[in-house]
């Protein structure tokens, strides 16, 4: 028998699985993102923003920074990119690799449009900007 767990809807469900409450969220999530401002929907849709992710992803290990350098722990699920600098008020920067990170949506959630990090981070030393 699979390991189970319980949802925060309170079903039952197998431990490698999303309870159908959850997937209906996304399903929401999603409807919600295709309603904002066309212009963040054709950034977020670019060909240049979905390489860049990519790039900034396994520039930062794959994981997020703010978990790794801040709880000392490593989280390599729902990774997000997010942007040190605001791209609403820095929308110069929405390309620039060195205004971008990597953090799970909890930690990019939590930090939101603050115009800093709430942890000392830079960006690696070994690394090369993609010209």
């Known amino acids: 028998m699979p390991i189970m767990k319980f949802c925060s809807c309170g079903k039952l469900v197998p431990a490698t699985e999303r309870c159908s409450c959850k997937k209906e969220g996304d399903r929401a999530r999603n409807r919600r993102k295709d309603e904002r401002n ?4 054709k950034f977020f849709n670019s060909t240049r923003w979905k390489k860049l992710r ?3 992803i396994s520039r930062d290990g794959g994981h997020c920074q703010r978990c790794l350098i801040k709880y000392s722990r ?12 605001p791209r609403s008020k820095y929308p110069e920067l929405r390309f ?28 690696p030393d070994t690394w090369e900007p993609v010209l």
């Open 38 to 41: 066309p212009e963040e929907k």
């Open 54 to 56: 990519k790039i900034i």
């Open 74 to 85: 490593i989280e390599s699920r729902n990774l997000e990119i997010h942007h040190i600098k």
């Open 96 to 123: 620039e690799e060195s205004n971008l990170i990597t953090l799970c949506k909890s930690c990019n959630t939590h930090i939101g449009t603050r115009e800093e990090l709430d942890f000392d981070w830079k960006v």
